[in-house]
């Protein structure tokens, strides 16, 4: 009866380790909001058994090619129109889980102080993958700077500009580079997260920005196999937590927007 009792003992205290050890969950995403955010409810996955590991990438490719391949679980940094192209363009099949929030994409200058200032000719950058090229060109459309042959085509390039009065030049760049060439051109067109990172404020510095309805949503990515697992639905709960809500509005001061 001892060694009976003694086992139940054992195989009770290994059940209690097991579960405060907890599942491990490896999830990609940029350096601000995303990997701010997840740092942020880390302690609170940890009491509900998710072991949150959190891989930091600066381009936005690698976090879903790993994530498809399985070297990762999911990953925070993409809205839907992107997704959607990269799995068209790759042959993926990755999922949106839930949406956290948005990022108003913005255009920035050094060179100038308005719109109004953009001469004849100026040289514009902008991103050079697809979704984020076409966000860049609706709102310079928005902004009365060009039109599209198709007003509402999300994937639009430089090549699917109907009218274009000011002549501008566009210089399509990888994201990541678009901050390191604010001197060098008139318009600059920035995703808010590499906007932070530079040091520019988008409410206060952009030229030109999306307003608060914004369909871009930055959504929690994974694969269909997992996207229901309860890790990932725990990640996804901390995700649109009333906590997570109060930390973008107060840091992030308008740069990002929560979407739940």
Same mark, same amino acid.
């Given at each position: 009866m001892k060694k009976v009792l003694l086992f139940?003992? $054992?195989?009770?205290?290994?059940?209690?380790?097991?579960?405060?050890? *907890?599942?491990?969950?490896?999830?990609?995403a940029t350096p601000v909001p995303h990997a701010e955010i997840l740092e942020l409810i880390k302690p609170a996955l940890a009491k509900e *058994?998710?072991? $949150?590991?959190i891989k930091v990438?600066? !381009?936005?490719?690698?976090? /879903?090619?790993?994530?498809?391949e399985k070297r990762l679980d999911a990953n925070y940094f993409q809205t839907l129109p992107y997704l959607q192209n990269f799995n068209k363009g790759k042959g993926t099949n990755l999922?949106?889980?839930? *949406?956290?929030?948005?990022?108003?994409? *913005?255009?920035?200058?050094?060179?100038?102080?308005s719109l109004a200032e953009l001469k004849d000719g100026a040289t514009v950058a902008i991103p050079n993958e697809g979704s984020n090229s076409g966000r860049a060109?609706?709102?310079l459309q928005k902004a009365g700077l060009i039109t599209l042959k198709d007003p509402t085509n999300a994937l639009s390039t430089p090549k699917d500009i109907a009218s274009n009065p000011k002549n501008l030049k566009f210089k399509e $760049?990888?994201?990541?580079?678009?901050?390191?060439?604010? !001197?060098?051109? !008139?318009? !600059?067109?920035?995703?808010?997260?590499?906007?932070?990172?530079?040091? $520019? /404020?988008?409410?206060?510095?952009?030229?030109?920005i999306e307003d608060a309805k914004s369909p871009y949503v930055n959504f929690l990515v994974a694969r269909p196999d997992n996207k229901d697992s309860a890790a990932i639905q725990k990640l996804a709960k901390a995700l649109t937590s009333p906590e997570v809500k109060a930390f973008i509005e107060k840091k992030y001061n308008g740069a990002v927007v929560p979407a739940f």
């Open positions: 139940t003992a $054992l195989a009770a205290a290994l059940t209690a380790s097991l579960a405060q050890a *907890g599942e491990k969950l490896v999830v990609a *058994g998710v072991d $949150l590991e990438f600066t !381009d936005y490719v690698q976090p /879903n090619v790993q994530v498809a999922v949106t889980v839930i *949406g956290v929030h948005v990022e108003p994409f *913005g255009g920035y200058s050094k060179k100038i102080k060109l609706l709102l $760049l990888e994201s990541a580079l678009l901050p390191r060439v604010l !001197d060098q051109v !008139d318009l !600059d067109m920035i995703n808010t997260n590499y906007a932070l990172e530079a040091g $520019l /404020n988008p409410a206060k510095d952009a030229l030109v």
